[in-house]
């Protein structure tokens, strides 16, 4: 007996293709979807942490706009805040792992980048099922 | 204390992020230590010890109801410290900063 034979794939067990078959207007906007939900988890995250005054600067200073650019972010918030930075990177990816379903957890390798990814492609997953 | 200790000390540890973000979003809150470590999902032991620091930092106080030594946040000692953070911050040049 086949047991482990199924037609139904966990999405989130199969990342790699389903993106690309999104038609590029979709990807588009799954791209911009997902871009809003990082941008706002980033926000709440370093305000929830360090306060409005804190979070004002971070974006005069451009952190909050870069948050797009996994590494450029990651650069700049460790000039400010250097071991600190992995604390709020954890933040940003609890917080944005719990609005899009995924576990999370906190024993394992962290990976601000990596961690990035997964919920990118979880997101577009998600907005190829809707 | 320098606004850099400060971020030192409130980032020290993943636990105490986690610590800070409770807090800051339900400013409210009292609890006792086994409490605080169950809303963030860790045991008391890994709770203890930051919960200690953010103590001594004045962030959060102490008081007993009770049987119970409880927890909460010290809203105007909070708002000072991170006021200290805010102008440290303000102070340091990170890459592509003009």
């Known amino acids: 007996m ?38 706002n988890t980033v926000r709440e995250a370093v305000g929830d942490a360090l306060g409005r005054n804190v979070l004002e600067i971070l974006t005069s200073k451009g952190l909050i706009d870069a948050s797009n650019n996994s590494k450029e972010f990651d650069s700049k918030l ?12 954890r933040i940003v990816v609890k917080d944005l792992n719990r609005k899009l379903g ?29 | 204390m320098s606004g850099s200790e400060i971020l030192s000390t409130l980032l020290g540890s993943e636990v105490r992020g986690d610590l800070l973000v409770l807090f800051h979003r339900n400013p409210g809150l009292i609890d006792t230590v086994d409490g605080v470590a169950r809303r963030i999902g860790r045991t008391t032991v890994a ?3 930051e919960v200690r620091e953010l103590l001594e930092l004045g962030v959060l106080r102490q008081k007993r109801i009770g049987a119970f030594e409880v927890v909460s946040l010290d809203r ?4 000072e410290l991170l ?15 003009k």
Request: charged share 30%; glycine share 2%.
């Open chain 2, 47 to 49: 709770v203890i010890n």
């Open chain 1, 2 to 39: 086949r047991v482990s034979d199924s037609s139904w794939i966990n999405p989130r067990d199969n990342f790699e293709s389903v993106p690309k078959s999104l038609s590029p207007d979709q990807r588009f906007a799954a791209e911009r979807a997902f871009s809003s939900v990082l941008v």
């Open chain 2, 76 to 79: 105007a000692k909070d708002r």
């Open chain 2, 83 to 97: 006021e200290s953070v805010a102008n440290h911050l303000k102070t340091v040049r990170i890459s592509g900063e």
């Open chain 1, 78 to 89: 460790r000039s400010l805040f250097g071991n600190g930075a992995a604390v709020l990177e």
């Open chain 1, 102 to 130: 995924i576990p999370y957890d906190s024993e394992a390798r962290f990976d601000y980048e990596k961690s990035l990814e997964t919920a990118k492609e979880v997101s577009f997953v998600e907005s190829r099922l809707k």
